[in-house]
């Protein structure tokens, strides 16, 4: 039948995010460089599959389709027979937390990770600039305070959706990998239960393969 | 038992629980939270959802928070019930539902907080900001005006959840100085005059204090 197209990069954050559902699901596909540094995200040819410039982007066959946590779901439901069942939606309760953590995800926890992964990783690495302190400093007091509630749901749940690994722990990888390279890791150690499902779920042969293709590894 | 709303009228998150429930038809009770008295910052609220914010919405054991997450639950469970906002399994309608969290929500709801709530919290209006997101908001509509112009919905030739999620905010911005961000795109404008038309977005509005 063939497998999908996937247009991205595997440095990028949320081409990872793809990357993990279809190493999960054991799709298969392929990955189409695309060459943030020449612009070529801002060319007609990849504007013809993710009007808003961006990667990643899924084909598959004649559907296209853009922003990772739509392509990850997608994935994630077309591959569902495979035994791998990250979104639960057979089962409503289950599915509801499932989408309950992956909104934190996106509306709690991903605004307050990304500007010091962006400041300290990012912008010295990939654009040869100075990272902005002050923008860091207000973005980890704002990180503590989104990890103790994260604490305190992984202290009474062994995943953030229940007792079950979900697309919702997956969702975090991403940026979380990513502060695990720089020197702000050390704010996990104040939050033993993220530490530990931190390393539990980075353990999956899925997460070590995607890792090896990031930066910092 | 009804189905439980915290959270006010005026927020641009409640309301979308309120739009979803209005368009199934559903009866529920609107527990109010007092934001200025920090009432969504005490452990009886935290209890409900630990990230301190509006609305929660508790049906039977379900307790939900984050309002993406509700309206997808209510439209889930009571699929049969009024309009059916879930198209089966289309990738069309899962990337705009994305799009309208990614894209769009980050400038239209700071700029709808910078105009319309500050002044009402006694806090200023940053006019710089403003200026900056106006920007990035009709970058990201011009992406809209094509779209709208080949779709008639968000997700294809049917009303879905993916609409419904950006009415709140669209509402508010349509009552602030910066209307036209909306009103001189024809598309976006007249997918907006189709949507706000329906009977179940007349009851959300005429619930909102705006």
New interface residues.
């Given amino acids: 039948m063939g497998g999908v197209i996937l247009y991205g990069s595997p440095i990028s954050t949320c081409s990872a995010r793809v990357l993990l559902c279809l190493e999960e699901v054991g799709a298969e596909y392929q990955l189409v460089p695309i060459s943030m540094p020449t612009g070529e995200h801002k060319k007609p040819d990849h504007l013809a599959r993710n009007?808003?410039g961006q990667i990643p982007a899924l084909e598959?066959g004649d559907?296209?389709?853009?922003?990772s946590?739509?392509?990850s779901?997608?994935v994630l439901?077309k591959y569902k027979e495979s035994g791998t069942d990250l979104l639960k939606e057979g089962n409503?309760?289950k599915?509801?937390m499932v989408?309950?953590w992956?909104?934190?995800e996106?509306?709690?926890y991903n605004p307050a990770i990304s500007p010091i992964v962006y400041q300290s990783l990012f912008v010295p690495k990939m654009r040869g600039g100075t990272p902005d302190q002050a923008i860091i400093d207000a973005s980890l007091e704002k990180f503590k305070k989104?990890l103790e509630?994260y604490e305190?749901?992984l202290s009474k749940s062994k995943y953030l959706a229940g007792d079950f690994f979900s697309f919702a722990d997956l969702s975090h990888f991403p940026y979380t990998k990513y502060l695990m390279v720089t020197p702000y890791a050390s704010v996990f150690e104040s939050y033993p239960h993220v530490k530990a499902w931190w390393k539990d779920i980075t353990s999956r042969p899925a997460f070590k393969k995607v890792s090896a293709g990031m930066l910092g590894s | 038992m009804a189905i439980k709303v915290y959270g006010l009228t005026l927020s641009n998150n409640a309301l979308r629980a309120i739009a979803v429930l209005n368009e199934k038809g559903l009866d529920y009770e609107l527990c109010p939270v007092d934001l200025q008295s920090g009432a969504h910052k005490k452990p009886e609220f935290l209890a409900l959802n630990p990230f301190g914010q509006i609305p929660v919405v508790q049906d039977g054991d379900e307790i939900i928070f984050e309002s993406r997450a509700i309206t997808r639950y209510i439209a889930t469970k009571y699929k049969e019930s009024g309009a059916d906002l879930l198209p089966d399994n289309s990738a069309k309608f899962e990337t705009w539902l994305q799009v309208e969290s990614s894209q769009f929500y980050p400038a239209i709801s700071a700029i709808n907080f910078e105009l319309l709530i500050k002044p009402m919290i006694g806090m200023t209006t940053d006019m710089s900001n403003v200026e900056k997101q106006a920007e990035k908001l009709s970058a990201v509509l011009d992406v809209y005006e094509a779209h709208l112009a080949k779709n008639k919905y968000v997700a294809g030739d049917v009303f879905t959840l993916a609409d419904l999620n950006h009415m709140p905010e669209v509402f508010l911005l349509l009552k602030s100085p910066k209307a036209e961000l909306i009103t001189s795109k024809p598309h976006v404008k007249a997918w907006w005059d189709d949507i706000s038309a329906r009977p179940a977005w007349k009851k959300t509005a005429a619930s909102i204090p705006v």
């Fill in positions: 009007p808003f598959d559907l296209v389709l853009f922003e946590r739509a392509i779901r997608y439901r409503l309760a599915s509801a989408d309950v992956l909104e934190a996106s509306q709690q989104v509630v305190a749901r």
